[in-house]
């Protein structure tokens, strides 16, 4: 018997031992693709490229700089983008005309030259509103939009929305150090804040009686919101696509809601209009589309809305004359007032006063 055992488990451990683990291809492949966000239109064009992470890295998505980017006209004029941020280029003054060709280039630092395909810039039709409705879950907002043409019109809409927020406590005095406390010269009341649609939004009135978006979902908003504690605005850029360019967005679009994120690793296989004309065999994801966009604003304030209350969970503590250094200096703590009656200021956390830790003091030109 125990002969008959020991032959067992050394034969198990034989085979254990020459058990080599299989990696399939998929998973063993560390290539990565330029992805590219982006597109041409007049004013502004803001291009931002980065790189996949291989199916087999935990990495995130790295930033693709000192790229050479420029949009080239069917003439052959090329408009040079500049990069202002870590994989962000843009260039401002273009006059993108209906019906005329247009084309993004790109050289990435390792000398990989990328080009789409030239496209046809098309023209959208204005936005015709936007509206919210505060529900019991919170706020969203809709969109409606027709075109006067008879053929199917297919629409990517973006975001930027923009809001207003205050600290829970003004504060009158900062503290300077070695028990000194001034009156405050800035404000560190109201501040703001922006962000940016991260959702493929796209649409279409194919199978549409006629040529009407109602109601199509661009933004939720919880109950409680920040955004929404004095007052929100969200400007709506409005796309027209071509039916390739439609496709390529509603594959990536199933893609995204599967894995999470564009910059995951995508399960289906996703042709968008890039080639790379130094190494075939290398891949880009990204389809660029040339459109003169039409765009819509709107504003929220709170007082339109019912019981959008913030919790704050903040509390303020009275600091004596003689312990400013400790709990200015060492406890974080920030002076809202004085109180002369106990001879000691009125304070609170910095989260609770000084809201340039979640936002910017400057002002959006457009804000009224």
């Known amino acids: ?19 080599e683990p299989y990696n399939p291809p998929a998973i063993t492949n560390t290539e990565t693709s330029l992805i590219i966000e982006g597109s041409i239109e007049s004013g502004t064009s803001i291009i931002k490229l980065s790189r996949s992470s291989p199916l087999n890295s935990d990495n995130a998505i790295s930033p693709e700089v000192e790229a050479e980017v420029s949009i080239e006209d ?34 990435t630092k390792q000398k990989d030259e990328y080009e789409s395909t030239f496209v046809e810039a098309i023209e959208s039709p204005p936005i015709d509103s936007i ?14 939009a027709h075109s006067t043409s008879n053929q199917e019109n297919r629409y990517k ?33 109201t501040c703001y804040q922006s962000d940016s649609s991260k959702s493929i939004l796209i649409g279409s009135s194919n ?38 360019a439609f496709s390529f967005y509603e594959i990536l679009r199933k893609n995204t809601e599967t894995t ?20 075939k065999t290398k891949r880009a994801i990204g389809y660029v589309e040339a459109t003169v966009t039409s765009s819509k604003r709107i504003f929220i304030s709170n007082d339109e809305l019912e019981n959008w209350d913030i919790p704050d969970n903040c509390e303020t503590t009275n600091v004596p004359l003689d ?28 989260a609770c006063v000084n809201c340039t830790l979640r936002g910017t003091t400057k002002k959006p030109e457009f804000w009224d």
């Open 74 to 107: 069917e003439t052959g004029h090329a408009y040079a983008c500049t990069e202002t941020s870590p994989g962000r280029y843009s260039v401002s003054g273009l006059d993108i005309r209906t019906g005329n060709q247009y084309r993004l280039k790109i050289i």
């Open 207 to 244: 199978n549409l009686e006629s040529n009407i978006i109602s109601r199509f979902h661009l933004q939720h908003i919880d109950n409680s919101d920040w955004r929404l504690q004095v007052k929100y605005s969200i400007l709506v850029k409005q796309y027209t696509l071509t039916e390739e």
């Open 157 to 189: 809409w973006s975001f930027i929305e923009n809001w207003e927020f205050h600290s829970v406590y003004p504060s009158f005095y900062e503290y300077i150090g070695d028990g000194i406390v001034k009156s405050r010269p800035n404000d560190i009341y």
């Open 260 to 279: 999470g994120t564009f910059f995951d690793p995508q399960p289906s296989p996703i042709n968008g209009n890039f080639i790379c004309t130094t190494d």
């Open 1 to 19: 018997m125990r002969v008959s055992l020991f032959i067992l488990l050394s034969t198990c451990s034989l085979i254990i031992g020459c058990l």
């Open 323 to 350: 312990s400013v250094d400790y709990y200015f200096g060492y406890s974080h703590y920030i002076p809202i007032s004085y109180e002369l009656a106990t001879g000691s200021y009125i304070s609170s956390s910095r």
């Open 131 to 144: 509206y919210w409705e505060q529900t019991k879950d919170g706020l969203d907002l809709y969109l409606d």
